[in-house]
Nanobody, 121 residues
Framework: QLQLVESGGGSVQAGDSLRLSCTSS????????AGWFRQIPGKEREFVAT????????WYSDSVKGRFTISRDNAKNIVELQMTNLKPEDTGVYYC??????????????WGRGTQVTVSS
């Protein structure tokens, strides 16, 4: 069972930046696509960004394109999400996932527990 651990969430002001990290002790993480999703209470989990196992290609939701950057370092077993120009609508619990990739949550077999991001106006 591949275990994922997110870190880097917090409370910031609109326009600020945050970097989220997702790590695993399992080397198979480096052979899986990885994605970031977010969720707020009462809503479905929303796709944010994904990266292939090799680091390319990457995809972003329209709402974060141009502001967020996903990257990975397989030597360190880490996937990161650099978030800039944050907006209040970016608020939510951010989850890291590993699996087949693309934008649907059902394509990912393994999930972290999430990290809270709160953006105030």
């Amino acid at each position: 069972q591949l275990q994922l651990v997110e870190s880097g969430g917090g409370s910031v002001q609109a326009g600020d930046s945050l970097r989220l990290s997702c790590t695993s002790s399992d080397r198979t993480f480096g052979r899986s696509a990885a994605g970031w999703f977010r969720q707020i209470p009462g809503k479905e989990r929303e796709f944010v960004a994904t990266v292939a196992w090799s680091g390319d290609p990457v995809w972003y939701s329209d709402s974060v394109k141009g502001r967020f950057t996903i990257s990975r370092d397989n030597a360190k077993n880490i996937v990161e999400l650099q978030m800039t120009n944050l907006k209040p609508e970016d608020t939510g619990v951010y989850y890291c996932a590993a699996g087949a990739g693309y934008t649907r949550p059902s394509n990912y077999q393994f999930w972290g527990r999430g990290t809270q991001v709160t953006v105030s106006s």
